[in-house]
């Protein structure tokens, strides 16, 4: 059985707490460890958990800090948390019985990223909390987990074992979710491949609060809660679309939607049109519709089938075994343990290295003497053969946190490590033989609390050293939405030059690890598509040309041109849909085709192929004409037919990315 760490946000929590923490110290077998985080309690809540640590010291540990949040505290306790098992208790549910080793057995028995237990209501009846079935919509036979969760069928946080990789595959909880924060969780991980293992043993008693208490599920139908249920099932629509499986789930949304347009028909007028609408775009055919309709009426009904929910068969009325797990007041020993503080870097920095030790002084030195100091530094050793540890040894800074791949998986698989280590609101990328100028960090922190949460990720100018040993300045020239753009080409010069939000994870995944090469552009297109960018003017970044410094220039030069030119037939592959829609898939194949008919590379017979295919979707585009006649005719002929379609250098320049 694996170590189980259990995670418990608490906020107010004084009625509840002690009776959760002893349903898990009731177990058959016991967390490795209970993480109590008091989310700036105004009640008792704290000194309860201080008194818990002192009576299991080997056990609980309090946290004590004013997030506002549950998935941030949620969020925290993962990062500190050590065992390989992880669960998120609400502080006001309680565990049966027997429970988290059913839980356990299930994850290890059928190799699953994530187990659910049985669950309760646990109602209050005059002076008597009594357990009651499930509350929610039932599953119907057809459906599988994902497709019952869209449509109101779940399983409450409390009943739910994670491993950590199924966990940190999802990038975690989303830190911007009102409501739903669970499903939204739980329905990113379904929809990324989490397997679910559901076992009938053990039952979780998720309380519902008496009238007057507060309680998120049920301000789902209000205007703030409306745009929380909106932006977490538009999420995962776009996950399922990403995933290439949203056919599957057509009905599904569709109900969904309509769910939420029949809710906000009389409160807000703009989302119930938008729901309307994104209801009708998934609703099947009238002949599937009907035959779906029959299908299932025959599953409930011929069969005698009428649906499941996540509830034992039997349940008692009278949760006697309750009164066992209870502390009582007077049993509270005096409060002298220590709450233990909790500090968070506002800045995570990932730098990934790789045979590159004697470069590491030149990046870290630059990031040491940045002006913003509240950073953590994260270094991602991708297996090397050299000894980049001992470089950072030699800093003495405790900053800096040295991470060492198992084995070399390239720089997205290391990128991603960082991604899931780091613990700031920001996070920047710098990578092993770039330096930064020492005002970047503190102007774009700057610049992001100034800015709407819409923007997601702020980059700066650039200056290139090149080969001969003189420098060019790239200086940026986009923002807002750059989804468009990027869908034609990279803007950003450097992957260096970028901060974003680390909450983005949560929306839009990590980095690609499947791609050869240009995974950062990949990225910044992926997250263009939700967020919008910014940028700090000036070049803040010094990007060394990596042929400078190779001890075999042109093998080098010429592995790393083939392997961007693989990676752009994987990126259009991945990506033509959305440029098909917006209506640029030639001008991205014309920049493919042009690179394969550069001097140093020099494939023809690829550019033409490219070439072709942007003629066969743009044959009037001035720029389609022209790589095509590139690829078939001699250059004096080129030249005549760039004349007659631009007109002049001016005309040529200005069509060089648009029609």
Same mark, same amino acid.
């Given at each position: ?14 009625? $509840? ?45 309090? #946290? ?22 992880? %669960?998120? %208790?609400?502080?006001?549910?309680? &565990? ?29 009846? /005059? ?77 979780? #008693? ?14 789902? *139908? @209000?205007? *703030?809660?409306?745009?929380?249920? %909106? ?63 029959? @299908?299932?009426?025959?599953?409930? $009904? ?16 009278? +949760? ?22 909790? *500090? ?9 290295? $790789? ?15 940045? @002006? ?6 994260? +270094? ?13 040894? /030699? ?6 946190? #040295? ?64 080969? /001969? ?29 970028? &901060? ?7 929306? +839009? ?11 950062? #552009? ?8 939700? $967020? ?22 042109? +093998? ?16 259009? &592959? *991945? ?68 004349? %007659? ?15």
């Amino acid at each position: 059985m694996s170590a189980i760490s259990v995670i418990i946000p608490t906020h107010n929590a004084e009625a $509840y707490l002690a009776e959760t923490v002893n349903s898990l110290l009731s177990q058959s077998i016991l967390p490795d460890e209970i993480i109590i985080i008091d989310d700036g309690s105004s009640d008792k809540s704290l000194t309860i958990a201080r008194q818990l640590s002192v009576k299991f010291p080997d056990i609980i540990s309090v #946290y004590s800090k004013t997030f506002r949040s549950a998935p941030k505290s949620r969020n925290f306790g993962a990062s500190i948390s050590a065992g390989p098992a992880l %669960m998120f %208790m609400d502080a006001d549910d309680v &565990m049966g019985p027997g429970t988290l080793e059913a839980l356990s057995n299930a994850l290890d028995k059928k190799g699953a990223g994530v187990a659910a237990c049985s669950w309760l209501r646990l109602e209050k009846v /005059e002076e008597n909390w009594l357990a009651k079935p499930a509350s929610c919509a039932q599953r119907r036979p057809d459906q599988d987990a994902l497709s019952a969760w869209l449509t109101g069928w779940y399983y409450p946080t409390s009943s739910i074992l994670w491993t950590r990789e199924a966990f940190d595959r999802t990038g975690g909880w989303d830190e911007d979710v009102i409501i739903n924060q669970d499903g939204d969780l739980m329905m990113r991980a379904l929809a990324q491949g989490a397997s679910l293992a559901e076992t009938n043993k053990g039952a979780i #008693y998720y309380r519902k609060l008496p009238s007057g208490q507060e309680s998120l599920s049920g301000k789902g *139908k @209000t205007l *703030k809660g409306l745009k929380g249920r %909106m932006y977490v099932l538009d999420k995962i629509a776009r996950i399922l679309e990403e995933q290439d499986i949203q056919k599957e789930y057509k009905d599904s949304l569709s109900r969904a939607y309509r769910g939420i347009a029949q809710d906000a028909k009389t409160v807000d007028k703009k989302i119930y049109c938008d729901a309307n609408l994104k209801q009708k775009k998934y609703q099947p055919i009238l002949f599937k519709s009907v035959f779906l309709k029959g @299908t299932r009426w025959l599953a409930r $009904y011929s069969k005698g089938v009428r649906g499941t929910k996540p509830t034992p068969e039997k349940y008692q009325k009278n +949760v006697d075994w309750l009164n066992n797990v209870v502390m009582a007041e007077n049993e509270y020993l005096p409060e002298i343990a220590k709450v233990k503080d909790i *500090k968070f870097p506002m800045v995570s920095v990932i730098i990934p290295v $790789y045979n590159r030790a004697h470069l590491l002084h030149r990046s870290l030195d630059s990031v040491v003497a940045q @002006t913003f100091k509240d950073i953590e530094i994260l +270094v991602i050793d991708d297996c090397s053969r050299d000894d980049p540890h001992s470089v950072i040894k /030699e800093y003495n800074d405790s900053r800096i946190k #040295y991470i060492r791949q198992k084995e070399n998986q390239g720089v997205a698989a290391a990128r991603n490590r960082g991604l899931r280590e780091a613990k700031g609101s920001f996070v920047a990328f710098l990578d092993d033989d770039d330096e930064w100028f020492p005002e970047k960090l503190s102007r774009q922190v700057e610049l992001f609390l100034q800015s709407p949460p819409e923007v997601g990720l702020i980059y700066t100018g650039v200056e290139t050293v090149m080969d /001969e040993g003189h420098s060019e300045i790239q200086l940026p020239t986009e923002r807002g939405n750059a989804y468009r753009i990027l869908l034609v080409k990279n803007c950003i010069h450097g992957g260096s030059s970028t &901060m974003m939000r680390r909450n983005i994870i949560t929306n +839009v995944g990590f980095f690609d690890e499947n791609l050869l090469a240009i995974e950062d #552009y990949d990225y910044w297109l992926r997250i263009s598509r939700y $967020y919008h960018f910014d940028f700090v003017e000036e070049p803040l970044v010094r990007y060394h040309d990596i042929r400078a410094i190779s001890t075999n220039t042109d +093998v080098r030069r010429s592995r790393n041109i083939q392997a961007n030119l693989e990676a752009r037939d994987q990126f259009y &592959m *991945k990506h033509q849909a959305q440029m098909k829609k917006e209506g640029v898939a030639h001008l991205f194949l014309v920049q493919s085709a042009n690179r394969h008919m550069a001097s140093h590379w020099n494939d023809m017979k690829s550019a033409r192929r490219l070439a072709l295919q942007a003629f066969f979707y743009a044959p009037t585009s001035r720029n389609t004409i022209v790589a095509l006649a590139t690829t078939l005719f001699s250059l004096k002929l080129v030249n005549k037919i760039k004349v %007659m379609i631009y007109g002049s250098n001016k005309a040529k320049k200005e069509s060089a990315s648009t029609r």
